[in-house]
């Protein structure tokens, strides 16, 4: 097991502090017990006629209880496990279990009274030491600024989600102590047992952290002693401060066992061609894409049956095929998988059409309104604000007209329809786990096809909904196919995409299945 030591130590000390204030309360200890009854004293002077605060602080007690709070995290780990993030999912699920079993005993061990105030502002039953609201304010904080630290990557969502959880945390805790029913101590326990926790999970289960690998021991020896040259390709957009994130990737092989990495920096011109071509050259054993979906896509290509491993940084604003393949988006688990993983052998797609030079696609290729959302997605919108460019580009394309195509797979008859669009996938999950291709797998040799087709808003609604519950009825609104290739012939010129990559307009399209042509390095 690696142990994170950071979180180790700051549930040592954080665990130190609890178990001697636990210790004080239960002794009863003068100096402790007369500070809590002077500040509830001085506190409940001077809240005492505000009816408004009091009033404010009492649905806060009901809205928030403890109860409450554990159910909303069950459900989000629940959410998370579903969205791919098992690890992180696992770890609030343990953090409320144990939150509430040591909640549970440590009352019933040290059975401290409630305070004893004339005129006391709330009722509350049960033991005072430690507060289960505080406790679960804290618990809901600690687990929200976790999850931006570790999810987020734009820095201003970090911050407002590390805001919201030290805020949730502090109302719980001063809610407590203004209605009187908590002392201070009863809080403040609260306060260092839930960090003790949350840290002692993180650093015994771990939430994708740490990203430092052993330098000895078993974890050492899983790593492959062949493989020893290390080449990134970074489209250098992407990343927020690219010296930091070379250091970060340098110091993590270095401790991993590998040779320093080269590093190669996509352009303008280039998303990544010439540059993977320079690492092959120098003999790189493993090549990193580090950029969004079309950087992975154009570094994928150039790999196929070269033998020569891809690692992917999802550090873009898709990342679907990390997404489809179970990688973990955080960087530190990331680069764990890259440097200590496994090879997998996945399916890549040639496509061509006119006007365009045939390509590769490892995830989904088509054309009209999904090509024509890419293409009017703006890269330094997606920069900005993420995934919702795309949504901002759909509206401004939601009343593009349908197209008239016939699409024929594997040579049979083709079947005419009148489309919004048409997407060819090698995996089926689009960002958010929305399940486009329900069957479509990046190892099985095949095409998937879907034909969306709704003439009006309500028709949209049923489309989502067929699609969200992964129903495999289909009609002339949502229609499926599967072969190894696929054709498509629009009526007339239409966006066309590969994996997110505009290919400019056209009325054909030919895409055919490559099975196990590509390897990609996957968890062990």
């Not at 679907?320 to 052998?345: C, F, H, I, K, Y």
Request: proline share 5%; aromatic share 4%; hydrophobic share 50%.
């Amino acid at each position: 097991m690696v142990v994170d030591r950071r979180a180790a130590m700051l549930a040592g000390a954080a665990g130190g502090a609890f178990v001697v204030l636990t210790v004080l309360v239960a002794l009863r200890w003068a100096p402790l017990t007369s500070f809590d009854s002077e500040v509830l004293r001085s506190v409940h002077a001077d809240v005492r006629g505000q009816d408004g605060l009091v009033s404010t602080m009492r649905f806060v007690s009901e809205a928030f209880h403890p109860f409450v709070l554990r159910a909303v995290l069950l459900l989000a780990a629940v959410v998370l496990i579903w969205r791919g993030k098992a690890r992180i999912g696992r770890w609030v699920a343990i953090s409320v279990g144990l939150e509430l079993v040591l909640v549970t005993l440590l009352k019933e061990t040290t059975a401290r009274p409630r305070p004893l105030l004339a005129g006391r502002l709330h009722d509350a039953d049960g033991w005072a030491y430690p507060s289960g609201h505080a406790s679960g304010g804290a618990l809901l904080g600690g687990v929200l600024v976790v999850l931006a630290v570790v999810l987020m990557r734009r820095t201003w969502m970090r911050v407002v989600g590390i805001c919201l959880g030290v805020a949730v945390a502090v109302l719980l805790g001063a809610d407590r102590i203004i209605l009187g029913v908590h002392h201070p101590s009863d809080v403040l326990g609260s306060y260092l047992l839930v960090p003790t926790l949350l840290a002692g999970t993180i650093a015994l289960f771990g939430t994708g952290r740490p990203w430092r690998l052993p330098t000895s021991g078993p974890a050492r020896a899983a790593l492959p002693a062949r493989k020893s040259r290390l080449a990134i390709i970074l489209n250098p957009i992407k990343v927020l401060n690219a010296r930091a994130f070379r250091r970060m990737v340098n110091e993590a092989a270095e401790q991993s066992g590998w040779d320093t990495p080269m590093w190669f920096e996509t352009s303008v011109d280039d998303a990544g061609r010439q540059m993977t071509h320079a690492a092959l050259t120098a003999g790189a054993d493993v090549v990193i894409a580090a950029g969004g979906d079309g950087t992975v896509r154009v570094v994928a290509a150039e790999l196929a049956r070269t033998g020569v491993a891809l690692g992917i940084l999802p550090v873009g604003t898709g990342n679907l095929l990390a997404r489809n393949l179970s990688l973990p988006l955080q960087m530190d688990t990331a680069l764990e998988v890259v440097l200590a993983g496994q090879d997998r052998a996945i399916d890549l797609v040639r496509m061509s059409g006119d006007g365009m030079d045939a390509d590769h696609f490892a995830v989904m290729g088509g054309l009209g309104l999904d090509a024509a959302i890419m293409a009017g997605a703006h890269d330094e919108l997606k920069q900005k604000v993420g995934w919702p460019a795309y949504f901002i580009a759909g509206l401004r394309h939601f009343r593009d007209p349908a197209v008239r195509v016939e699409i024929s797979v594997d040579g049979e008859p083709p079947v005419r329809y009148r489309a919004r669009t048409v997407v060819i996938g090698n995996v089926g999950t689009l960002t958010g786990g929305i399940p486009l291709l329900p069957d479509a797998a990046p190892d099985d040799g095949r095409l998937d096809v879907v034909v969306v087709a709704p003439r009006r808003l309500l028709t949209w609604v049923r489309v989502l909904v067929r699609v969200l519950a992964r129903r495999r009825v289909t009609d002339e609104r949502l229609d499926r196919r599967t072969g190894r290739t696929v054709t498509v012939h629009a009526e007339h010129p239409t966006a066309r995409q590969m994996d997110g990559d505009a290919c400019g307009l056209g009325t054909d399209i030919t895409a055919t299945v490559e099975p196990g042509v590509l390897l990609v390095r996957v968890p062990r």
